[in-house]
């Protein structure tokens, strides 16, 4: 009998590590994707064509 009681609370143990597993990834998920949004919304529009450009003739 004990022995069913301990598979019993092994199965809810990993049930239960698989759920945080989730949560913390989910999380991680959101977090990237808001610093992504957030540095989409800051990042500056490119220069106009020929500008911004260096370029060394020398030879």
């Known amino acids: 009998m004990s022995t069913i009681a301990a598979q019993a609370v092994q199965m809810q143990a990993a049930a239960f590590s698989q759920q945080v597993g989730t949560a913390m990834a989910r999380q991680q ?31």
Do not use: W
């Not at 992504?36 to 990042?43: D, E, G, I, K, R």
């Open 29 to 59: 998920i959101d977090a990237e994707r808001s610093v992504a949004q957030l540095v989409a919304q800051t990042a500056s529009p490119p220069a106009p064509p020929g500008q911004g450009q260096v370029v060394d003739i020398k030879v």
